[in-house]
């Protein structure tokens, strides 16, 4: 799966695509809001939800967008998306990949308090 990110997508637009049942759409709609979307924890929260997809392209897109959300924005809520990423690659094998390189992104540009 290639996926492409739409600068010209405002929030509207990407929970409209969230709402689709095609997972290109979906995913599509998570790369343009992990490089694009300001509010850090709004995308941490939709990158959580679609982390439990039943789609694996879905969910293993999802991991690898909290580690851009790590790399660009510097911030996340690490003890829970480190929970839930954890969680990921225990219940979905498939994406366990992705859940290693999402973690070293968050380990690499998200500094412990």
């Known amino acids: 799966m290639i996926f492409q990110s739409d600068t010209n ?5 990407l929970n409209a695509a969230f709402l689709s049942k095609d997972p290109q759409v979906i995913c599509d709609a998570l790369v343009t809001m992990a490089f694009y979307e300001a509010d850090w924890n709004w995308a941490q929260e939709k990158c959580l939800s679609f982390l439990k997809s039943s789609d ?3 969910a ?5 967008c909290l580690g851009h959300i790590a790399r660009i924005h510097r911030r996340l809520d690490k003890e829970r998306v480190l929970i839930a990423l954890r969680d990921a690659s225990l219940n979905t094998p498939f ?3 992705k859940v290693e390189d999402a973690l070293d992104d968050i380990d690499t540009f998200i500094q412990d308090d």
């Open 56 to 58: 694996i392209q879905v």
């Open 60 to 64: 293993g897109l999802a991991a690898t």
């Open 9 to 13: 997508l405002d929030r509207a637009d």
């Open 95 to 97: 994406i366990a990949g």
